[in-house]
């Protein structure tokens, strides 16, 4: 496995080196759309434990993305009003902290992941698909009609949420951040995998039948995947909202959901820099043909067309060969 | 990126000008998916103005937003980050707009709006660096509601999508509507049938109906209200009459009355003139998007004439001057750097094949917008 | 509320209910026969539309606009399936899913490079134009009855084909099992072939009969295309009967509960935010109606498998 392990030593270094070279360079949009990919990165490496380990193809993860951006956009906008989330039965107030706001997206973005598995792993297969789907359809027209947030306006968020002892204004720091948070996450998704609760996931995934007959609950599984799973989104919409400093209803878009998906198949199910490797492919993409033509979208579409059909295994799969999951 | 620079800014470019450009403009607008029409002709009614300029001191860089506030705030993020831009300009939905100016004036660049114009932005939120050319959100709501109380009718039926804008839509329509409402309902964004309302509509019994229904739902609702038999006049905002979609809409629209504040058969010479330069030059009529754009550019050039972009006080006071030729005749700024203006009536009408607008009356005279006093600068 | 108005409300959402039904029927077959996940059934329906008003444009005539688009969707669905359709149906459906959000892409942004950024034009034949008098006094468009009609005369017709004909013998054999049929000597990749195109040619159908209504603009498949997901999923995949009964639901409860809800809400809070309120829980309440059948039913009304 020493060819995947090159891979991602050389996709690790890479996050590292370019942002530095822009940095030493003065070339801050590049760090701003190295921050962004990271963010994606994230989002996408949530959703391959959903689908990667538990074999849950969501077609609704932009729902974490989503409550995530808007537990940062909701605390922080309390927080820039000076008005209190809420008077009963205790005042809280907002905030523009990161480290609350992200346990906030965190918590909240798993409870939702929680309500949503109990009802949509009472079905499989397409129907799961499907019921994620409109889940996060849900989602976005609650988002756009409800008008205390600003419904399809968004919220405008003024300053970047500080993190102690950094100052997140300037890009690079807050670049530091997103990929500190990228390199926890991948590397508890390591051991994600090869602990027991991974061992049986994956084994749920395979066959369902073999698991339960040794005593394990492969829907309960598949729960705490989807909750893991939903709460990394979450952290990323967090993130995303805060690189934008602000948050809209597109961020519960199908189509949002879509692309999430897209990063990690275009870099590879089940591999542990797949998410990574897609989420920066896709945005060099969008960045370099947005700027020849303004269809873009349709070699986007061939593309995409190409490494279904052609290329299993995604990007990963092209350079590292296949072969077993997480080493 | 550099391709992109290249590739679209074409005026510096185009007359292979050695000089380096004085004044960076971003323009930020929709030029992919459904609503790309209205950015098309937003950046073509905008590089018309600055093509016939001929000068080699403005650089535009024109970037698509895909009508999303994520990807506007990036382009933005771009453009102020990596291209040095001192103005920006162009984004035609409120809800992008409310992504990226605030963040844009914060940063001590001026934002010169070509349509969209929030509420937010022109009370309590108004910024020195911030100027509407177009007009305030609410103005055409406000006077399709006075128009239609001069035309005598006592009950009106209102409608607009559930979302911010169609909420101060209808708000507006209600503050200079003198009758009763015969009903109020809000519809969903991105509806297309309205077989419910209009039935609704039907039973209600109203004089007049009043709708803000932008792009495609605006098609939706008067094709089928068109083919319901129902005879109840209807008022409207320009944006559902709009030169790009009329003929999408066809004979469904005659005799409809909107209200604009822009219409291609305003007679002024500078009018004529950018009707008779635009068609000529993009083989197609002008919208009230691309009058906007093109109004917007000529008062950019007239204040660099004037004052140093990098001096704000200097600059904003240039602006505030407003002494460019508006296609729109009279035009001032209100002390919100938003404008005064007529708000014209005007009757869709049939020319030939083409359906379009003839200004039919005036709506409101010298209308400025509910926010100036909110706004204190 | 009057009498009157619920039952042109119903009828409204019977007539919304047959032409999700047109685009439901195809999808759940497509599904039921090759077992595919078509995410780009949606820009089929875009293709009828715009192959209807360029056809109109062109003649004169409604008629043939109908029947291009009905061409022109299955001419499509023809190639995209010979294409790349059918390298999918050995693949997961996570592969499909990807593939024909690829597809999407393609189609909507080659429309608009084709036809240009603006909505196109396509009006109701001046025959069926104008409204008529029901028994009870109701005033309905001619159109709208018709398209209730025309959707009506499809599902039967599609009953038809399924149980009588030599073609509903093979699509019923297909979905009960694919080896055999194969085995049997029956062209297997052109039957797919077919019911690609015949799912197809009823998505650009009903793109074509709704956008006289409506508005011809490119990305106009995609909320239909969820709607009618939803309507497969509440009626079962695969059944066709499932289709019918679930488009009829979804439409009668998107369209009755836009009314009602916002009245609803008016006898517990002012009429201001109840129509905000109503408003934005009938944009949800067919998610939520879906939800509620999958957790009784998890897979749909009249379905059989997962």
Known sequence: ?327 | MRFKAMALATVVAALAAPVQAEVKVGLITTLSGGGAGLGIDTRDGFMLAIEQAGRDDVEVIVEDDQQKPDVAVQIADKMIQSDKVDVLTGIVWSNLAMAVVPSAVGQGLFYLSTNAAPAQLAGPGCNPNYFSVSYQNDNLHEAAGAYATSAGYKTAFILAPNYPAGKDSLTGFKRFFEGDLAGEVYTQLGQTDYAAEIAQIRASGADTVFFFLPGGMGISFLKQYADSGLEIPVVGPAFSFDQGILQAIGAAALGVKNTSSWSKDIDTPANAAFVEAFSARYDRLPSIYAAQGYDTANLLLSAIDKADVNDDAAFGAALMEADFDSVRGKFSFAPNRHPIQDIYVREVVQEGDVFTNKIVGTAMTDRANEYVDQCKM | ?306
Not at chain 1, 105 to 128: D, H, K, M, N, W
Not at chain 1, 283 to 308: M, P, R
Not at chain 3, 22 to 49: E, K, P
């Open chain 1, 1 to 327: 496995m020493s060819r995947e392990r090159a891979f991602n030593l050389a996709a690790l270094a890479l996050l590292v080196a370019v942002p530095a070279w822009a940095q030493l360079t003065g070339e801050t949009f590049t760090i701003t759309l190295a921050t962004r990919a990271v963010i994606f990165a994230l989002a996408a490496t949530g959703l391959n434990i959903a689908l990667g380990l538990g074999g849950l193809v969501s077609l609704g993860h932009a729902v974490f993305f989503g409550i995530g951006g808007y537990a940062m956009g909701i605390l922080a906008f309390h927080a820039q009003s000076y008005t209190p989330l809420t008077d009963w039965p205790v005042t809280i107030p907002g905030t523009k902290l990161m480290p609350v706001i992200w346990l906030v997206a965190i918590l909240v973005s798993a409870l939702a992941a929680l309500l949503i598995g109990l009802l949509a792993l009472r079905t499989t297969g397409v129907y799961f698909i499907m019921i994620t789907l409109a889940f996060g359809q849900m989602f976005y027209y609650f988002a756009i009609s409800w008008p205390a947030y600003g419904g399809e306006d968004g919220m405008a968020i003024y300053v970047r949420n500080g993190f102690p002892g950094l100052n997140t204004l300037i890009p690079i720091q807050f670049y530091g951040l997103c990929l500190a948070w990228l390199l926890v996450v991948l590397w508890f998704n390591a051991r994600l995998a090869r602990s027991r609760f991974g061992l049986a996931l994956n084994a749920a995934r395979q066959a369902p039948q073999r698991v339960e007959t040794v005593g394990l609950d492969p829907v309960r599984l598949k729960l705490v995947a989807l909750v893991i799973s939903g709460a990394v989104t979450g952290l990323a919409g967090a993130l995303f909202a805060d690189l934008n400093r602000f948050v809209s209803p597109t961020m519960f878009s199908w189509q949002l959901s879509g692309e999430i998906m897209v990063f990690v198949i275009i870099g590879g199910v089940g591999r542990l820099f797949g998410p990574v490797a897609g989420a920066c492919l896709f945005v060099a993409l969008e960045h370099l043909l947005g700027g020849i033509t303004a269809y873009w979208h349709v070699w986007l579409g061939v593309l995409l067309l190409f490494i279904v059909l052609f290329g299993r295994g995604g990007l990963v799969g092209i350079f590292a060969g296949r072969g077993a999951v997480h080493d």
């Open chain 3, 1 to 306: 509320m009057s009498a009157i108005l619920i039952a042109e409300q119903v009828l409204n959402g019977l007539q919304s209910g047959v032409m999700l039904f047109l685009m439901a029927a195809g999808l759940t077959l497509i599904f039921g026969v090759m077992g595919l996940i078509n995410l780009a059934h949606g820009s089929l329906y875009m293709v009828g539309a715009f192959a209807a008003a360029a056809v109109a444009a062109a003649t004169g005539s409604f008629l043939l606009a109908l029947a291009a688009a009905l061409a022109a969707a299955a001419l499509a669905g023809a190639v995209v399936e010979t294409v790349v359709i059918r390298r999918l149906y050995d693949k997961d459906h996570l592969d499909q899913v990807l593939a024909t959000f690829a597809l999407i892409l393609i189609f909507s942004e080659g429309t608009r490079w084709i036809f240009g950024s603006f909505p196109l034009f396509l009006d109701i034949p001046p025959w069926l134009s104008g409204p008529v008098e029901l028994p009870g006094g109701i005033l309905y468009p001619a159109y709208r009855l018709a398209l209730i009609g025309v959707g009506l005369a499809v599902a039967l017709g599609l009953w038809l084909l399924i149980s009588r004909t030599r073609l509903g013998v093979r699509i019923r054999a297909g979905e009960n099992d694919r080896e055999m049929i194969a085995a049997l000597g029956v062209d297997i990749s052109r039957l797919y072939t077919v019911v690609f195109a015949l799912g197809a040619g009823l998505a650009g159908l009903a793109g074509a009969l709704v956008g006289a209504i409506q508005s011809v603009q490119v990305g106009m498949g995609e909320p239909v295309l969820i709607l009618a997901f939803v309507v497969i999923v509440i009626g079962g995949i695969g059944s066709i009967r499932g289709a019918l009964v679930g488009a009829l639901l979804v439409g009668l409860t998107d369209t009755l509960g836009g009314i009602f809800l916002p009245e609803l809400f008016k006898l517990f809070t002012d009429p201001s935010s109840a129509t905000t309120i109503g408003a934005a829980l009938a944009s949800m309440s067919i998610y939520v109606l879906m939800a509620a059948i999958l957790v009784w039913k998890p897979t749909g009304l009249y379905g059989a498998r997962a």
